[in-house]
């Protein structure tokens, strides 16, 4: 009995060890590397596209009446004359999913915003919540929101920007 409790020590150990790897994603050679030492992650972004730091006096923000700090921006350079938005980033710590699902739908007392989905989603072994809503303009908006050492991090992906943030999305990674 012994050796049997010993033996299934040793494949859970192992078979923990085995789910907890990923690999890192194969990326484009001619895809930009972003890497956010503060969160702990990365993606990459094509040449059309650059990632904008927001500097530390115009960082702390609001967003759906929740403290942030607003980080970054992804942009197109090169579609429109001025530099498109694909998706801001925000970190909110100690925010959850839920909490924030739930301020979305308080954001519009008019009952205009609805969560339509929470889905979960897993990308290069990251664990994600992809929360789809209505907006008052009738048009979907996603939110990817991911959790790094009890800060939320939100991706708010512009409206009618999901084809173009698909491509970053399938290399974010958390090394």
């Not at 049997?4 to 790897?21: D, E, N």
């Not at 700090?69 to 498109?84: G, H």
């Not at 970190?91 to 008019?110: C, H, I, K, R, Y």
């Amino acid at each position: 009995m012994k050796r049997l409790f010993a033996a299934l020590a040793i494949v859970a150990v192992a078979g923990f060890g085995c789910a907890k790897t990923q690999e890192r994603p194969v990326l484009d050679p001619n895809m930009t590397a972003y890497e956010n030492a503060d969160y702990g992650f990365t993606f990459a972004y094509p040449s059309n596209m650059e990632v904008r730091q927001r500097e530390g006096e115009n960082r702390a923000s609001q967003y759906l009446g929740f403290d942030v700090d607003f980080f970054i921006s992804l942009r197109d350079t090169v579609r429109e004359k001025d530099a498109t938005n694909i998706a801001w980033f925000y970190a909110a710590p100690g925010l959850s999913a839920d909490a924030f699902t739930a301020a979305l739908v308080a954001s519009n007392p008019d009952g205009v915003v609805e969560v339509k989905s929470v889905e979960d989603v897993v990308m290069n072994g990251l664990q994600l919540k992809k929360v789809t809503s209505t907006t008052e303009m009738g048009t979907d908006k996603a939110h990817y929101l991911f959790d790094r050492n009890g800060t939320l991090i939100i991706v708010s992906v512009f409206l009618g920007e999901e084809t173009a943030w698909n491509d970053v999305f399938q290399t974010l990674y958390t090394p």
